[in-house]
Nanobody, 125 residues
Framework: QLQLAESGGGAVQAGGSLRLSCRVSGYTYSTYCMGWFRQAPGKEREGVATIVRDGTTGYADSVKGRFTISKDNRENILNLQMNSLKPEDTATYYC???????????????????WGQGTQVAVSS
């Protein structure tokens, strides 16, 4: 079992930055991929960024060059640094973990084993 707890959401103006964190507890050694997804009102949940156990990362085209995913293995914290935020980045952001050993970026919804509860990000123009 894994427990994922996000923090760091909030409201920011366009061009600003936010850093999301996800504290992972439980059998953390069992995760192969972790990632961030987001869901805007009325839209489907979509992948934002993925990090594999070996450190390989992948990003959605819409956030490449602006978002950075990282993992502190000692503290078991997954981070998402979001810079140059745009109003279209407004969504609820979810931390996700996959136990599928063959997972690679981009992490798909179907490959996710555990979800966090979500944290809201609002970007105003």
């Amino acid at each position: 079992q894994l427990q994922l707890a996000e923090s760091g959401g909030g409201a920011v103006q366009a061009g600003g930055s936010l850093r999301l964190s996800c504290r992972v507890s439980g059998y953390t050694y069992s995760t192969y991929c972790m990632g961030w997804f987001r869901q805007a009102p009325g839209k489907e949940r979509e992948g934002v960024a993925t990090i594999v156990r070996d450190g390989t990362t992948g990003y959605a085209d819409s956030v490449k060059g602006r978002f950075t995913i990282s993992k502190d293995n000692r503290e078991n914290i997954l981070n998402l640094q979001m810079n140059s935020l745009k109003p279209e980045d407004t969504a609820t952001y979810y931390c996700a973990a996959s136990l599928w050993s063959a997972c690679r970026p981009p992490l798909n919804l179907q490959e996710v084993t555990y979800w966090g509860q979500g944290t809201q990000v609002a970007v105003s123009s």
